[in-house]
């Protein structure tokens, strides 16, 4: 069975896009999905300092280890302020400091939802520039706008966006 990384990247226990991206992983055939919580990683906001004093945390190589070790790789974006929240870019950036290429090289389903009707697009984009050059095989990329009207736990309502991220759910797994 082929293993993928599902990651809301935000550190709400309720979490819009863990939400979407468990769902999306879900949806995978022949897979078993990995959900990493940031709120499981009880480490510091990356700080030169704090490295150099006490070097990378032993949570952080495993997490490193782990993604080396799966298939594939779910992902949605919280925007905050336009761009990563602080809880995922504190993680990325602890990440690189294992490994610049962070994303191991794996397939990466990348998304982004928000409230909002522009569905985290600023995050996205930024995400979708800077993963590739870091070890990210980018497969698809999607973005679920107003989240609140458009997903229900058995998926997306809307019938055009459902069918997009169906498509995008298809094309990812023929490369995992
Ligand atoms: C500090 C902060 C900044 C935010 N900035 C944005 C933003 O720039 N764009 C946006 O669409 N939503 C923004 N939001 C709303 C988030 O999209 C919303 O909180 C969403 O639930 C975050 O995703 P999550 O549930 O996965 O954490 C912001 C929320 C917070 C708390």
Do not use: C
């Not at 280890?65 to 504190?90: P, T």
């Not at 989240?147 to 736990?153: C, I, M, R, T």
């Amino acid at each position: 069975m082929k293993k993928i990384i599902a990651l809301g990247a935000s550190n709400s226990k309720e979490s819009i896009n863990k939400r979407l991206a468990v769902f999306v992983a879900n949806q995978l055939q022949n897979t078993e999905t990995i959900i990493i919580d940031l709120n499981d990683y009880d480490i510091p906001i990356y700080g030169i300092d704090y490295e150099t004093e006490h070097g990378i945390p032993a949570q952080i190589q495993e997490l490193s280890n782990l993604i080396a070790s799966v298939d594939g790789i779910v992902i949605s974006m919280a925007e905050h302020n336009g761009s990563y929240s602080a809880a995922f870019k504190s993680m990325f950036d602890w990440l690189s400091r294992v490994d610049k290429y962070v994303w191991k090289n794996k397939p990466m389903f990348l998304m982004a939802t928000s409230p909002g009707g522009r569905g985290g697009i600023t995050v996205l984009e930024t995400a979708k520039n800077t993963f590739p050059r870091m070890g990210a095989n980018l497969i698809a990329d999607f973005s679920l706008p107003s989240f609140y009207d458009n997903f229900s736990k058995n998926g997306i309502t809307d019938d055009e966006l459902n069918n997009q991220l169906n498509a995008k759910i298809d094309a990812f797994q023929k490369e995992i």
